[in-house]
C-alpha cells in the first residue's frame, strides 16, 4: 500500500458501511425523510432522472480508490480525479473491466465542460481546499444534479448553521445543504486530528441572489465580529445605515453572522 502523503492531506477512510453511505447519498440523494434538515431556499432544483441517480459520478480525490469501489456499484461510469501521480496511476488497475476513467489533474483546474451529460459530484476532500473545491463546484457552468463531500466536521456544520458565514451564504445561495454521517477521526489512515462530516448539496437552478448582492455581504463581512451597522458604514452616513436597517426588519445591534441571505438581498436593493 503506498504511504500518505501528509502534503496533500490524504487521510483514507476504509470503512466500508460509511463508504456505502456517502455511494448511496451520491447516487440517490437525500432520503425525503430527511428534508427538514435541509438549508437553503425555495428555488426548483436541479431536474433528477427517474431514480435520482446520474449514470455519471464524478469523484475527488480518489486516493487508493476505497469510496471509488463503492460509486462504481452504482454509478454507469465513474471519472476519478486524483492530483498524486502515483496513485493516479496505480488506480486502474484496481478495477480492471470497469468503466473508470482516471484523470490526473488537479481539481481546481479540471475543465468541467469535457463532461456532456447528466452528473453527480463525490469526494473526501482535503481538509485545506475545501472552500475552494466547494466554490467552484457550485459555481460550475454545467451544473451536476448533486454534490456529496465528506469534510472536516465543522465546516459542515457551519455551512448548515442558522449564525451565517461568507461560505455558509454562499453555499445556501447556490443550494440546499443537509448534513450526513459524522464519521469519527479513528476512522481513517492515518487519523486526521479531527472528526469529518458528510454534507450534500442539492443545486438550483439558479442562483438565489445577484453577485452584486455577495458584493455588499463581503463588505459587511469585513469585521465578522462587529456590528454589521459599523462595516457598513462606508457606504452611507450611520444614520442612513440604521435607518436602512431598520426598514429591512434587521437589528441596530445585529452582527454579520445573524443576517440569512434573503435579508442581505432585500438590504441590497434598499442600499444600493
Not at 222 to 241: F, V
Request: aromatic residues 8%.
Amino acid at each position: 500500500m503506498m504511504k500518505n502523503k501528509k502534503s496533500l492531506g490524504q487521510n483514507w477512510l476504509k470503512n466500508r458501511v460509511i463508504l456505502e453511505e456517502i455511494a448511496d447519498l451520491a447516487y440517490y440523494g437525500v432520503d425525503p425523510l430527511m428534508e427538514d434538515d435541509y438549508v437553503g431556499g425555495d428555488s426548483d432544483m436541479v431536474s433528477k432522472s427517474e431514480n435520482k441517480g446520474a449514470g455519471l459520478c464524478l469523484e475527488i480525490g480518489p486516493g487508493l480508490g476505497f469510496l471509488t469501489s463503492s460509486l462504481l456499484k452504482r454509478f454507469r461510469k465513474v471519472i476519478a480525479v486524483e492530483f498524486d501521480a502515483g496513485l493516479a496511476r496505480k488506480l486502474p488497475g484496481s478495477f480492471p473491466g470497469k468503466n473508470l476513467t482516471v484523470v490526473n489533474e488537479d481539481v481546481l483546474e479540471y475543465d468541467f465542460r469535457e463532461i456532456d451529460e447528466p452528473f453527480v459530484i463525490a469526494g473526501n476532500i482535503p481538509y485545506y481546499i475545501t472552500s475552494p473545491i466547494i466554490k467552484k463546484v457550485l459555481t460550475l457552468e454545467k451544473k451536476p444534479e448533486r454534490v456529496v463531500l465528506l469534510m472536516q466536521k465543522e465546516v459542515a456544520e457551519r455551512i448548515v448553521s442558522s449564525k451565517e458565514t461568507l461560505l455558509s451564504l454562499f453555499v445556501k445561495n447556490y443550494a440546499k445543504a443537509s448534513v450526513g454521517p459524522v464519521v469519527p477521526r479513528e476512522e481513517f489512515t492515518p487519523p486526521p486530528k479531527v472528526d469529518s462530516q458528510v454534507v450534500v448539496m442539492e443545486l438550483y437552478e439558479e442562483s438565489l441572489v445577484d453577485k452584486k448582492v455577495f458584493d455588499l455581504i463581503r463588505k459587511g463581512f469585513s469585521a465578522p465580529r462587529k456590528k454589521l451597522a459599523h462595516n457598513l458604514a462606508g457606504l452611507k452616513p450611520k444614520t442612513e445605515i440604521m435607518s436602512v436597517l431598520e426598514e429591512c426588519g434587521i437589528s441596530k445591534e445585529a452582527r454579520p453572522g445573524d443576517v440569512e441571505l434573503q435579508k442581505w438581498a432585500e438590504l441590497y436593493k434598499v442600499i444600493k
